[in-house]
C-alpha cells in the first residue's frame, strides 16, 4: 500500500486560513450569467429567450451531443439577455443573463427523496446525465461519458478523489465533514456501474476531521473504505491518485478506464447523490474564498453564475490594510490569474485565492540561469525532463518537446516551477509550447490526440 506517488512537492499549504470555516449558502442579491460553455465538449444549446421567466432548477440549456452537459438555473427571475460576456479567462463567450428577483423559488421541491432501490444501471447514468454534473474536480468533464467505459466489468477501483492537495482551498475538507454520508451514498451509486470494483475514499492526512467523518460515514458499508495519503502535491490529480492507490503508472494517452480505474472529485459524487436520488441537477456546488487579502476566509455552496466580486464582498472584500495584488480562479499551483472578478462563477470553479504577493513577480527578481541541479525532474510526477523540455521550447523546436521529450504529457502541475532554485517559470514556457502545438495542429486541419 503506497499512498503516494513518485515526484511531488511540498508547498506551503495556507489552508488554514478557511480550513475551520463551516460550509455555508450564498444567495447573491446581483444578475445571474451562465456562460453556455461550463464543460469540456460542445457549448449548450439555449432552451429559453429574453423576457422569460425562469425558476432555480430550471434546464435553461441543453447537451448538444453526448460530450456536452445541460445547464440550469440557479436563482429564480427573467431572463435579461442572452449576449457575448467576459469569462474568467478573458474571453467572451456567449451567456445567458438573468434578472435575479432574490426569491430562488425552485421550480419543484428537493428534499423528497426517492427509493432508490428499483433503479437500473442505464436509470442511474441517465439522472445523472439529466442532472447536468461535470467533473467538479478539474476541467468539468461530463460525468456520464466518464460514467460508460467500454468495459464496466473491468473496472476495479472507484475512487474518491478527497485529496484537496491545491494549497490554499479547503472547501472539499469542509464538504466532506459536514455531508459526508451523502458523499458516501453517491459512490454506493457509482459502484452499482461496476460490479467487480472496490470503492476508495483518498483524503490527505492533513484532514484528519474530514478522514473521520467519511471513516464514520463508510462504517459498515460494503466495498467501501476510507484510505489516508500522505500530503503531497499533486496528490489530487488523477493519474497521481490512481499511481498512489493501485502503483499503475499511465501514459496521458490513455484513460483512467483504460487501466480499471473511475476517478470521482467527493464534489461530484455528493452531485451525483442529489441528482439521483433528489432529481436535484447541478446548479451549486462547494468553493472556498481565501488568501492573505481576503478579509474574512470562507468556505460556501455558492450557485453557478454568481459573480467572483459578489462573493469577494460577502467575505468583508480585501483585508484593511493588505493589498490585492493578483487574484486566482482556484488556487496558486493550477488556478488561472484573473484580470477582473466581475465574471461568473461556473459549475468546475471552487475557488478565489486572493494574494498579497505576487510569488511569480518574486521569482522573476532573483531568478537565474538552469543551474543544471536535476530537481524538476526528480519531483516530476508524469516522469518527464523539465530542464531539456524547457530548452527545446525556447529554441523553437517543438518538434523535439513533442515527439522526443514527450513535452504533452505535461500535466502542468507546476512542481518542476516549485522545485527549481534558479526560478525558472517552467511550467509558464510548457504551456506556451502547448498552446503553440495545438494552434499549429489546428491549422494543419488535425486535432490534438
Not at 488554514?16 to 442579491?29: N, Q, V
Not at 451549486?284 to 455558492?302: D, I, K, L, R
Request: with cysteine; glycine share 10%; net charge neutral.
Amino acid at each position: 500500500m503506497r499512498n503516494t506517488f513518485r515526484g511531488g512537492v511540498h508547498p506551503a499549504e495556507h489552508k488554514e486560513l478557511s480550513r475551520e470555516a463551516r460550509l455555508r449558502l450564498f444567495d447573491p442579491k446581483g444578475e445571474m450569467v451562465f456562460p453556455l460553455q461550463q464543460h469540456i465538449g460542445k457549448p449548450a444549446k439555449p432552451l429559453v429567450k429574453k423576457g422569460d421567466a425562469v425558476k432555480v432548477g430550471q434546464r435553461i440549456a441543453e447537451a448538444d451531443g453526448m460530450v456536452s452537459a445541460h445547464i440550469y438555473a440557479s436563482c429564480s427571475g427573467t431572463v435579461k439577455a442572452i449576449e457575448k460576456r467576459r469569462v474568467l479567462t478573458g474571453d467572451l463567450a456567449e451567456c445567458i443573463v438573468i434578472d435575479n428577483d432574490g426569491q430562488f423559488t425552485a421550480e419543484t421541491d428537493y428534499s423528497i427523496r426517492d427509493n432508490e432501490a428499483n433503479l437500473s444501471v442505464n436509470e442511474i447514468v441517465q439522472r445523472v446525465q439529466d442532472a447536468g454534473v461535470v467533473g467538479l474536480g478539474g476541467a468539468g468533464f461530463p460525468t456520464h461519458v466518464k460514467l460508460r467505459p467500454k468495459d464496466p466489468d473491468a473496472i476495479e477501483y472507484v475512487i474518491a478523489n478527497g485529496a484537496e492537495c491545491e494549497p490554499y482551498l479547503t472547501c472539499n475538507d469542509q464538504l466532506m465533514r459536514t455531508h459526508a454520508p451523502a458523499i458516501v451514498e453517491g459512490l454506493e451509486l457509482v459502484l452499482r456501474l461496476f460490479p467487480n470494483a472496490e470503492g476508495i475514499i483518498c483524503i490527505e492526512d492533513n484532514k484528519p476531521e474530514a478522514i473521520h467523518a467519511m471513516e464514520v460515514a463508510a462504517s459498515g458499508v460494503q466495498r467501501i473504505s476510507v484510505r489516508t495519503m500522505i500530503t503531497k502535491y499533486p496528490q489530487g490529480g488523477e493519474r497521481s491518485l490512481i499511481q498512489a492507490v493501485t502503483g499503475i503508472d499511465f501514459p496521458i494517452s490513455k484513460l483512467p478506464a483504460d487501466v480499471g480505474c473511475i476517478v470521482q472529485n467527493v464534489g461530484t459524487l455528493y452531485a451525483i447523490q442529489r441528482a439521483v436520488l433528489y432529481h436535484e441537477p447541478l446548479f451549486s456546488q462547494c468553493f472556498t474564498v481565501t488568501g492573505e487579502a481576503v478579509a474574512e476566509p470562507a468556505n460556501f455552496m455558492v450557485r453557478v453564475g454568481t459573480s467572483y466580486a459578489e462573493l469577494l464582498e460577502a467575505c468583508g472584500g480585501v483585508k484593511p490594510g493588505a493589498q490585492a495584488v493578483k487574484a486566482l480562479a482556484g488556487g496558486p499551483m493550477m488556478g488561472i490569474a484573473m484580470g477582473s472578478l466581475e465574471v461568473p462563477i461556473q459549475k468546475q470553479n471552487n475557488g478565489l485565492t486572493l494574494l498579497a504577493e505576487d510569488p511569480v513577480a518574486k521569482a522573476e527578481e532573483i531568478m537565474t540561469a538552469c543551474l543544471h541541479c536535476g530537481r524538476c525532474t526528480t519531483v516530476c510526477p508524469v516522469g518527464l525532463m523539465p530542464q531539456l523540455m524547457a530548452d527545446a521550447a525556447i529554441a523553437g523546436d517543438l518538434e523535439r518537446y513533442e515527439k522526443k521529450l514527450y513535452g504533452l504529457e505535461c500535466i502542468q502541475c507546476g512542481s518542476c516551477t516549485v522545485a527549481c532554485p534558479a526560478k525558472q517559470p517552467l511550467m509558464q514556457t510548457f504551456k506556451q509550447a502547448k498552446a503553440e502545438i495545438t494552434a499549429r495542429k489546428k491549422r494543419e486541419g488535425g486535432g490534438q490526440k
